[in-house]
């Protein structure tokens, strides 16, 4: 059994429920501000999940590398490692504002210090990523199949901090991520790049930097409170009632813009969705194929109260590792890159933009990739080791801005 925390106050208890299943029930006369999700509010009756866990609950589990050391470094001596066993081993150190811990624990929270100068300025060399693999698996409560940990910068990195936060915080501040040379050579560039087009857009982004080898890009996280305390954080798997397993499922006009549109008060909508479509559009023009339902979340204050759209995370072109790769859900019934005609009528009908406001989107967003393209000539010219990733990804956003934006002509990548 696991006692869950919100908001650092103790919320209820999940626990096994039946040969696969789990179930969670809220501690007796909780207040409503301790419900664990938008999608579960406090009640008497148990909230039960007939295999696995819950969506809120299985949102920060870890994937890939993170999940595989863990289920090395754990699974000998538990004898198995569910789902369940890793929520236990992770819990404590999480994104957002839910934390797990012992029934008769109380929630503390120690994550080690890490300096970002020495991630940035690669004084570790090859060795960095095993170390802070080693250091901070266990505290590394968040999803996604990219390596990546959670770390807790050093005081001595107040200038790559950004907002200090309280003196008494222990808890993680940053992400890093690293990418596998014989998968995805220099992803971390190609996030560092796509995430600068997303800030040129005046989208929302967390603090975001490259290693000088390029080895790892160091993101500050989005949902700490400058006094301490995170921010409320769920992504569109949760707000869809579906776990992590099925994130590729499902449409754009329902998964994401239908449901926006349920959990934004309606004073802040024009703005969310006027976003919510330039991040679509983004995506598109780069050729973002990996933009999932765990991709795209939402924030809030309060459980109870309205939610915005979460900053932009994990933006990447994945057109130059798989040529072929096509959109993660479908629009219009097809995961084929959509051009400008079905992308205008995404905005009128399910963002209820106008025309001028599309058309300003849309252009703003060539000319963004258009002013950034040289610096990405530049630096994989002269910093990257795999080069030729480089060429690949101009001419992915060449064929996003021709295809899906329609203009004809204009050519970012440089000669094969």
């Known amino acids: 059994m696991l006692r869950v925390w919100t908001d650092s106050q103790p919320a209820g208890h999940l626990d096994r429920h039946g040969r696969r299943g789990t179930t969670f029930v809220y501690e007796p006369k909780s207040a409503a501000q301790r419900a664990v999700s938008l999608t579960m509010p406090v009640r008497v009756a148990s909230w039960d999940a007939a295999h696995g866990l819950l969506p809120v609950f299985d949102m920060n589990l870890p994937e890939g590398a993170l999940r595989a050391h863990l289920m090395r470094r754990f699974a000998k001596a538990t004898g198995s490692f569910d789902d369940f066993d890793l929520l236990s081993v992770v819990g404590r150190t999480q994104i957002g504002r839910i934390r797990y811990s012992d029934p008769d624990a109380s929630l503390t929270e120690d994550v080690p210090f890490q300096s970002i100068d020495e991630i940035l300025r690669a004084r570790r060399g090859g060795a960095l990523f095993n170390h802070l693999l080693d250091t901070f698996a266990v505290h590394s409560g968040l999803s996604g199949v990219q390596p990546k ?156 109260g309205a939610a915005s759209l979460a900053p932009v995370y994990d933006l990447v072109s994945t057109v130059p590792y798989l040529p072929k790769d096509a959109m993660a859900l479908t629009l219009n019934g097809s995961t084929n890159w959509p051009d400008l005609k079905v992308l205008t009528r995404l905005g009128q009908t399910r963002c209820d933009l106008s025309l001028a406001v599309i058309t300003r989107i849309v252009e703003e967003t060539a000319d963004v990739l258009a002013t950034i393209a040289p610096d990405v000539e530049r630096y994989f010219k002269g910093t990257a080791k795999h080069r030729d990733v480089g060429a690949r990804l101009l001419r992915a956003w060449d064929a996003g801005i021709r295809d899906s934006l329609g203009f004809d002509g204009r050519t970012l990548s440089p000669p094969s």
């Open 149 to 304: 940990v959670l770390i807790r910068a050093s005081e001595d990195d107040s200038a790559f901090a950004g907002d200090r936060q309280s003196p008494t915080f222990r808890g993680a501040t940053h992400i890093v991520k690293f990418w596998e040379a014989a998968e995805y050579p220099e992803l971390a560039a190609n996030e560092y790049f796509c995430l600068t087009a997303a800030k040129a857009l005046k989208l929302a982004v967390p603090d975001f930097q490259l290693s000088d080898d390029g080895l790892a890009i160091v993101v500050a996280r989005f949902d700490l409170k400058p006094g301490g305390g995170y921010i409320g954080y769920e992504d569109f798997c949760v707000l869809n009632g579906l776990p992590t397993a099925d994130k590729y499922k499902g449409g754009y006009e329902t998964r994401l813009f239908r449901r926006l549109r349920d959990f934004i008060a309606v004073e802040h909508r024009a703005q969310a969705f006027e976003d919510l479509f330039k991040l679509f559009v983004l995506n598109c023009s780069i050729r973002n194929g990996d933009a999932h339902l765990k991709n795209f979340g939402v924030i809030y204050d309060d459980v109870t």
